[in-house]
């Protein structure tokens, strides 16, 4: 890769692969890889990530909204598309897409029957989600009798699946609690599929899940953080690579005098004569204001430059008193060493909320 000259989110595509190929591995032959591909594909680009990814053959896809899987559909992707969060006003456009619905309430579930039928729709795929403890999204296990003589009374969707999700798969100290809710996600099911009379897909394990629980993999993983290449945990991220890399140029270089302030509100006031960097990239791009005020670092020529004062909308400066740089020297914002979740750590974040994070405006460009 050339050094960067603007802003720009670096997608290694054979990062991906590496990081699908590690999750398969943790797969039984016959079980099924769903990509989760919401936000953007976690902020990197979702159209290219789903390609790629149907390439490698990967089983089905989720989003989180309905736009999400149009977006998918008008960029040529013709795998199963489970939309995780559809509201009524999406119907449409799930139907006119071949978007399959998570269904997780009686309101949605009526209306999406209604909806179906009144487009003489049959067998119109559709996914049940169970809640099992997270108390976010889906229908409570007393419910398992009506949502089934909801379903037994028309012929317009057939349940693909039935799913729920874990609540902290990620965190061992809530082993009890994780062992619990995929118990009760399979007491449900065994009813579901005795009253019904047929087998619907399974599935509750997402990244964590698969890695922490491979009893839970049941028919179907849903993997999002991990072909990202995080897994939660440093054992696991040493097995795989994030695929994103943020980087910048230094704008301007600033020799400045003992008391001098950098930026809005005159935050930072040096306490010595300093030199600062100030870079193209700001809130509006995805660096939080709460990285400012020595909070956050990136990486200029190998060494760490700290946020200096309050992050503006387009810009940063940085502290390169002690960095031999120079003005249009690249800058690693995070890449595969200095990791999104190492700056996500110094404002008490995840990768998740980091990588998610940065705005459309970055350009993004693909390592093949
Ligand atoms: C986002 C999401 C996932 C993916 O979780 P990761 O931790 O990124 O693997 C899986 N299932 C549901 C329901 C989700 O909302």
Request: net charge neutral; charged share 20%.
């Amino acid at each position: 890769m050339p050094k960067a000259q603007e802003t720009v989110l670096e997608i290694d595509l054979k990062a991906l692969k590496h990081n699908f190929e590690y999750l398969r591995s943790k797969l039984q032959k016959n079980t099924k890889l769903l990509a989760v591909v919401k936000a953007f594909a976690y902020g990197s680009d979702a159209e290219e990530i789903a390609k790629y990814l149907e390439q490698l053959q990967v089983d089905y896809f989720a989003v989180a909204y309905a736009n999400e899987g149009v977006a998918l559909r008008q960029a040529g992707v013709t795998t199963p598309i489970l939309v995780l969060h559809p509201l009524p006003v999406n119907f449409n456009s799930i139907i006119e897409h071949h978007l399959e619905p998570n269904l997780y309430n009686f309101k949605i579930l009526n209306e999406f029957i209604n909806y179906a039928s009144s487009k003489t729709k049959t067998d119109f795929p559709v996914h049940i989600k169970f809640n099992s403890g997270l108390n976010r999204l889906g229908f409570s296990s007393n419910e398992v009798d009506n949502i089934v003589a909801t379903i037994k009374a028309t012929n317009a969707i057939k349940i693909t699946s039935l799913f729920s999700h874990l609540a902290a798969s990620e965190d061992l100290d809530e082993k009890a609690f994780t062992l619990n809710q995929i118990e009760t996600f399979k007491a449900i099911v065994k009813t579901f599929k005795n009253a019904i009379g047929f087998k619907p897909m399974l599935h509750i394990c997402n990244t964590s899940g698969i890695l922490n629980y491979p009893k839970a993999h049941f028919d179907m993983v849903r993997t999002g953080i991990g072909l990202y290449g995080f897994g939660n945990s440093e054992e696991e991220n040493k097995h795989l690579k994030p695929i994103g890399a943020l980087k910048t140029v230094i704008s301007q270089i600033h020799h400045l005098e003992k008391g001098a302030s950098i930026g809005y509100n005159r935050a930072y006031i040096s306490d010595k004569p300093i030199r600062s960097a100030t870079l193209p990239l700001g809130h509006a791009d995805g660096i939080s204001r709460i990285y400012g005020n020595g909070n956050g670092f990136v990486t200029i020529n190998g060494k760490k430059a700290a946020i200096l004062g309050n992050v503006c909308m387009d810009m940063i400066m940085v502290n390169v008193t002690d960095i031999d740089c120079n003005e249009g020297d690249e800058v690693i914002v995070f890449d595969g060493t200095s990791t999104a979740e190492d700056l996500a750590i110094t404002a008490n974040s995840i990768s998740y909320e980091i990588i998610t994070s940065v705005s459309q405006r970055v350009k993004r460009v693909f390592r093949r």
